[in-house]
């Protein structure tokens, strides 16, 4: 199996991956993303009050 490299990160409302060399727009929220973490293989955006699943966005 081959490793593969991408890079997750934010930008004010939305949250973006970089695959090598695709911009890749994952999601956008309402208000400004203050923070991302993953845990047990999933993503997850926080913003001022809540908590989202990044790619469900639940």
Known sequence: MEEENILV???YEKVYAL???NLI????RKNPIK????HNEKLYDM??????ETLTGK
Do not use: G, P, R
């Open 19 to 21: 695959d090598k060399d």
């Open 25 to 28: 727009e994952v999601t956008s």
């Open 47 to 52: 913003d001022q009050s809540k908590i989202y």
């Open 9 to 11: 990160f934010s930008d």
């Open 35 to 38: 923070v991302l973490c993953s």
